[in-house]
């Protein structure tokens, strides 16, 4: 007997619940915004807002399925199963911090603010989520799959991105490695010291990817959100006697891999900006970035 379907609210926590967290009450909050020349008002009305989408959705799901919420400091600590439906509700970012622990499953993004959020991954209004719910399970719903990153250690740690993964050294120090990259039929490889390398999607590509490539004016083409391409930049590579700056940037196809060697006490790699779930890299050890096996399947 196979088991019922799980709907899985994805939210994270409201800026009015964090001010509460730290001055303790409403009132202390309120003092606190008011000195520093703004209202509790705002972020009171959209902590409201939140709270009434998750209710909208919560009451949309299907009587005969499960469901259950995880709070995206938990995501590292929830154990999602095949027959789950996504449902993320918040912002387009927090799409992006749930999808590196899914593995297939259909994921609906709710926009709990339209026209604040762009709106690129939570596509849907709450009231929509009625509809949606169950037509994520049918094969004639239109789901597009969008490209992930990944990258893979030498000792088989693993580690998946929807925007971007970024591999340097923790705090601002520099981070030293040997780069290899495709270059033509054949692989060049070069000693570097930089403040770091960032891999990443066609989702990533309207964010810090961009920020890159406009600084850079790379010839690389940026690819869609579904293309199985990426692209890679180099940060403020620094030229020495023994330290290049030729190989700066450039694209993966599905079957190339980016190979990075530690030549540092530590670095770490993390995706999409989540700093607390890292790859701890050590001196000597490789880490070989390409694009994922795994697609985000995003309910359209």
Request: aromatic share 6%; charged share 25%; glycine share 8%.
């Amino acid at each position: 007997m196979s088991l019922a379907p799980r709907a899985v609210l994805v939210h994270r926590t409201s800026e009015y619940e964090e001010l509460l967290t730290r001055h303790g009450t409403h009132g202390q909050a309120e003092f606190f915004l008011s000195s520093r020349g703004r209202e509790i008002r705002e972020v009171a009305e959209r902590h409201q807002r939140v709270l009434r989408a998750l209710a909208d959705v919560s009451a949309a799901v299907p009587s005969q399925w499960r469901q259950a919420r995880v709070e995206r400091a938990d995501l590292d600590r929830f154990l999602f199963a095949p027959e789950d439906v996504v449902v993320v509700v918040g912002q387009d970012g927090l799409v992006a911090n749930a999808a590196k622990y899914l593995s297939g499953q259909p994921v609906i993004g709710i926009d709990t603010e339209p026209g604040r959020n762009p709106g690129v991954l939570v596509r849907h209004r709450p009231d929509a989520a009625a509809a949606l719910l169950p037509a994520a399970l049918s094969r004639d719903r239109g789901v597009e799959e969008l490209t992930m990153v990944e990258a893979v250690t030498d000792d088989e740690q693993r580690l998946l991105a929807l925007n971007e993964i970024y591999l340097g050294a923790p705090g601002h120090q520099t981070a030293r490695y040997r780069i290899a990259a495709a270059a033509g039929s054949a692989t060049k490889v070069e000693a570097q010291a930089s403040s770091g390398v960032l891999i990443g999607t066609g989702t990533g590509a309207t964010g810090w990817l961009r920020s890159l490539w406009l600084q850079r004016e790379s010839p690389c083409a940026l690819p869609s959100r579904a293309d199985p391409r990426l692209v890679w930049f180099v940060r403020e590579a620094w030229p020495s006697p023994v330290t290049g700056t030729s190989l700066v940037d450039g694209e993966l196809s599905r079957s190339q891999r980016l190979r990075i060697t530690v030549e540092s006490d530590r670095l770490v790699a993390f995706g999409d900006g989540m700093e607390g779930d890292t790859l701890e890299l050590t001196w000597g050890q490789s880490v070989t970035v390409g694009v994922a096996d795994t697609a985000l399947r995003l309910v359209g």
